[in-house]
């Protein structure tokens, strides 16, 4: 990795990340404020044990998970599928623009103008959309760790600190994969529809599989299953598998990532 070029990169996505962050943390800080007032009203209560398995599906809640809780009521509000999407809409665009846009700008051409090996330039593309990932999901559980002392709501801290680890190590591998197919294609378009396709495959195999029993093994081919913010926040769940699991198969990713991009014929 260059430091001096992992500067001049994360310098260009700084206020990216500025303006996520504080989206993410006014959000937490909404849910966090309202929910002592919902708690305490009996009828919100009934409403979310009655709702249908299908409607919590779509939230991201499993079909026997309690809806009584801080953590049911932030997972289905944030963690199970709005965090879920923003980061993987974030890394997928960063890791496009890292790559695959300066490819179709010519920009790249002022870095392969440069002493800096390939390998170099594409680990230090890797150290800014793995660190800027870092950042957002650091900013997140600090922020509800905030949100929740000031609404004196009790939570198990490290259970959120296994969470956000667990996130890292799921938002990194769609971060990998994304830039293996930008160092694949080396192509904005396609490389974004892939890495976008992608996901948007296993995100509707993840809601199909929880609607039917009869659909119910797609959820087990689905990358979003790895992902149950609820059951690890309630404890039910341990993460250590699936983060072992996850950064496998991104360092297998990565390695290939840096083969293809090495052996590429870039006409720039």
Known sequence: ????????????????IAVISTGIVLYEGLL????????????????????????????????????DTFEAFISGQFFARIWVMLMAVYGI????????????????ALLLSTPISRS?????????????????????????FFGASRSGITICHDRYVRLGLLGFSFFSLIETYSLFFSAWFVEEERALTYAAGLTLIFYCLDIVGGLS????????????????????????????????????????????AKRVFESQDLAI
Not at 36 to 45: C, D, K, L, M
Not at 235 to 254: E, F, Q, R, Y
Request: glycine letters at 6%.
């Open 93 to 108: 665009q960063t890791a496009n623009n890292l790559l695959a846009k300066m490819v179709d700008d010519c920009s790249i």
């Open 1 to 16: 990795m260059n430091r001096a070029l992992f500067r001049a990169m994360f310098k260009q996505h700084k206020k990216k």
């Open 32 to 67: 966090t404020w309202v929910y002592p007032v919902i708690a305490e009203n009996p009828a919100v209560t009934e409403i979310a044990v009655s709702l249908p398995t299908a409607v919590k599906t779509v939230f991201g809640v499993s079909e026997n998970a309690r809806t």
């Open 213 to 256: 029993n009869k659909y119910s093994w797609l959820k087990k081919v689905s990358l979003f299953q790895l992902f149950q913010p609820q059951e690890v926040l309630e404890g039910t769940k341990n993460p250590a598998g699936s983060i072992v699991g996850l950064n496998l198969v991104s360092m297998v990713l990565w390695q290939w």
């Open 120 to 144: 170099e330039i594409l680990s230090t593309q890797a150290a800014v959309l793995i660190f800027s990932g870092g950042i957002l999901v650091t900013v997140t559980i600090l922020g509800l």
